[in-house]
């Protein structure tokens, strides 16, 4: 029975070819459409998930009036430190800078665009996994570098990376103590190097006011973050009158932004550009019109 289904709707395809090409090209791309926007939809709200503590990290952005109100993702290099310090809700924090650094190994010379400085706490805050070398003590003095699998066979091939040196803008030996998986795409941290944060001389000083630094609280407890922005804006105010010395009016604050949120509804860039939830909802409503659009032509 089913087999003499298949062949009367055969014979009737075959009798109306331009017809059944048209529906059959048309369902199709409806289809190819749906499942490409469908495929960017899911890269977009999976940023960041791949992170083993991903609901428990924050990441700070700064809030002062100077000429106006401004708000930026980044901090000086006291916030972290000086934040973990004062308030127990938080486990460990990491300070990041993106550079562009010149590398030479060897006779080989490249400009490297994804170089970052991040303190030792890298590997313990975010799940990037690092093939070769040990976490605890990959970052944990002056320079010392971290790279990705890719960076490793492009300056190293099969060569195990581990122990080389690479000079650093023809001024500075780097130790290779580690090899990193290439970061996944849906990644706001994107890196071809890590290297440790104590190899740059602002590491030397805290200052509130150098805000250079994308800087990252880990917490003991997602549920903690509330509490402990309501702490932050109190403890800040009282820092801006006593040690800042500004107006009451006028204090440098801090905001905490769950890392969950940031690619799709921070209205701040941090290390790369943000998405928007309102081009996802938007892209969601056309492929689901495309397809039922495909589907009546058909």
């Excluded at 009737?12 to 749906?34: D, E, M, P, W």
């Excluded at 890298?122 to 003095?141: H, I, M, Q, W, Y």
């Excluded at 990705?148 to 001024?171: E, P």
Aim: glycine share 6%; charged share 20%; hydrophobic share 40%.
């Amino acid at each position: 029975m089913i087999r003499n289904y298949f062949k009367i709707a055969f014979r009737r395809l075959q009798k109306n070819k331009l017809y059944t090409f048209v529906n059959i090209v048309g369902l199709t791309t409806g289809i190819a459409s749906c499942l490409l926007i469908g495929l960017f939809i899911i890269n977009e709200v999976s940023y960041d998930r791949f992170n083993a503590n991903a609901g428990r990290i924050a990441r700070i952005t700064m809030r002062y009036d100077e000429g106006g109100k401004q708000k930026v993702a980044l901090s000086g290099t006291k916030a972290g430190p000086q934040i973990q310090r004062t308030f127990p809700q938080v486990e460990a924090f990491v300070r990041i800078i993106d550079n562009s650094r010149i590398v030479k190994y060897g006779n080989e010379v490249f400009t490297e665009n994804r170089f970052l400085y991040a303190d030792s706490s890298f590997l313990k805050v975010f799940s990037f996994p690092l093939l070769e070398g040990d976490a605890r003590t990959a970052l944990n003095a002056p320079n010392k570098v971290l790279i990705s699998q890719t960076t490793a066979k492009k300056y190293f091939g099969s060569t195990n990376a581990i122990g080389k040196t690479l000079i650093i803008n023809d001024t500075k030996e780097y130790l290779v103590t580690g090899v990193l998986a290439d970061a996944p795409e849906n990644s706001q941290i994107k890196y071809d190097f890590v290297a440790s944060f104590t190899s740059l001389d602002v590491s030397k000083t805290e200052e509130w006011w150098t805000a250079n630094y994308t800087t990252y609280l880990l917490l003991k407890d997602k549920n903690q973050l509330n509490g402990l922005q309501a702490q932050l804006n109190e403890y800040m105010r009282g820092v801006s009158k006593s040690e800042l010395h500004l107006e009451a009016n006028s204090p440098l604050l801090y905001s905490l932004e769950p890392l969950l949120s940031v690619h799709l509804y921070s209205q701040l860039d941090g290390l790369e550009p943000n998405g928007n939830i309102n081009t996802v909802y938007i892209l969601g409503v056309i492929a689901l019109l495309i397809l039922v659009i495909a589907c009546i032509n058909y």
